[in-house]
Structure formats: structure tokens, C-alpha cells
């Protein structure tokens, strides 16, 4: 059965450290997600992408964050310059054309900022 | 924006018992997923729901648009059902989910 997965499972970085975390969304979805989860908290939504563009993005997204879909099968997030309250464990989803409510979830990478 | 509030945080049972956990949300959906999200962390889909009624196994899961709340049940309850729970909704113009904080459930032996 297809899956999403992502790499690294765990990435431990120092704080003003840049970090770029990978997701391989499955092979014919054309909307990805990002999410996090931050330790004994909620989950998050992040930003959504679809057509090589951003199509929302919450508030927690900001300037730090970008994400891009560098070539046909991986989907990634760019933490420019990491901070302490960056630590958490991010969730990359994905979902096929016209499958508006099901998302299939990837198995998360722990961030430790040091 | 939706509100997602779970209930209970935390449940204790023991095996062979009924689990009920509850979900209600605040605005109009178009879905409501059912996650369970064990210690290493991953997330795992269990349902999605936009009406009525789904089963799966153990499993079973309702939602009521008109009162905005869903339950999720399992029977003969197991300690392998030991994780975290999580409701989420899709709907109100955003594409993104909208996560509850999660039932933390414990069944005991």
C-alpha cells in the first residue's frame, strides 16, 4: 500500500541553525501538507501547496518557514533559522485531485533544537 | 476558525470494557477524521466521516452534522488500543485540518 514518508525520523540541530526536513508525498497526490506538533500540544497546520504554489498558510508559518517541491516525488520544509520554540515533531500529508477530505499522513520528524 | 474540544483528556479503563471518547466542533464541516497517534509519535488515520456511521473491527465511529459532535467507540477494549486519540475536521473554507488536543487512553490488563 502506498505511503507517505519522511526523512529524517529524528534531526537534532542547534538554535540559528538552518534545517530542511523530507517528505515523499505518495506517488500521484498533488496536494501536500505540513503540521506540527509541539511536545504535549495539539497539532498544527502549517501550510498547504498545490501547483508548485502555496495555497494557505496559517499564522505560525512565517517568514522562517518555506517550503518547496524541489523535484517530482519530494516535498520539503526549510526552517531558516532555527529557534528553541522550533522543537516538535512535523507531519507532512498528502492528498490526491478531487479526495478534498482524505489526507494520508506521514510518520512525523522529531526536531530537537539545542 | 473551528474549535475542536475533545473529551475526556484522559481515560482509564480496563480490558473488555466499552470506550467511548467524544468530538464536537464549532463550524460547519465537510469531513471529521478519527486518528490514533501511538508513543513513537505517528499518526494514524482510523476514520473519516462526513455522515452517519462507520465500523471498522473493533472500531466505531458516528457523527452528527446538526449537533456538530461525532463519537468514537471501541468495544471489547484491548491494552493494545493503549494511545493517544485525536479528532480533526476539515471544513469552514480551510483546506487544513483542524486538530483537537487528543483523549490519552489506558487500558489495563
Known amino acids: 500500500e502506498p505511503e507517505v514518508t519522511q526523512t529524517p525520523s529524528h534531526q537534532v540541530t542547534q538554535m540559528g541553525q538552518e534545517v530542511i526536513l523530507r517528505c515523499v508525498p505518495i506517488s500521484n497526490h498533488l496536494y501536500f501538507y505540513w503540521y506540527r506538533q509541539i511536545l504535549g500540544q495539539k497539532v498544527e497546520f502549517l501550510v498547504s501547496?498545490?501547483?508548485?504554489?502555496?495555497?494557505?498558510k496559517s499564522e505560525i508559518f512565517d517568514d522562517q518557514f518555506s517550503v518547496e517541491r524541489p523535484d517530482g516525488s519530494n516535498f520539503t520544509l526549510k526552517i531558516r533559522s532555527t529557534k528553541l520554540e522550533d522543537s516538535a515533531m512535523y507531519f507532512c500529508?498528502?492528498?490526491?485531485?478531487?479526495?478534498?477530505?482524505?489526507?494520508?499522513f506521514g510518520p512525523g520528524t522529531r526536531l530537537t533544537v539545542l | 476558525k473551528n474549535e475542536v474540544e475533545q473529551s475526556p483528556q484522559n481515560l482509564t479503563a480496563q480490558e473488555g470494557e466499552f470506550i467511548t471518547i467524544n468530538c464536537s466542533y464549532s463550524v460547519g464541516i465537510s469531513a471529521l477524521h478519527w486518528l490514533q497517534q501511538h508513543p513513537g509519535g505517528g499518526i494514524v488515520s482510523l476514520f473519516m466521516l462526513s455522515s452517519g456511521k462507520k465500523k471498522h473491527g473493533r472500531l466505531i465511529a458516528t457523527i452528527n452534522i446538526q449537533e456538530k459532535h461525532s463519537s468514537l467507540h471501541i468495544t471489547a477494549s484491548h491494552p493494545r488500543d493503549s494511545a493517544v486519540y485525536i479528532c480533526?475536521?476539515?471544513?469552514?473554507?480551510?483546506?487544513?485540518?483542524?486538530f483537537g488536543k487528543g483523549t490519552h487512553l489506558i487500558i489495563q490488563p
Open positions: 480533526a475536521v476539515r471544513g469552514g473554507g480551510a483546506d487544513g485540518l483542524t
Open positions: 500529508a498528502s492528498r490526491a485531485r478531487g479526495r478534498y477530505n482524505e489526507q494520508f
Open positions: 501547496f498545490y501547483n508548485n504554489e502555496i495555497s494557505e
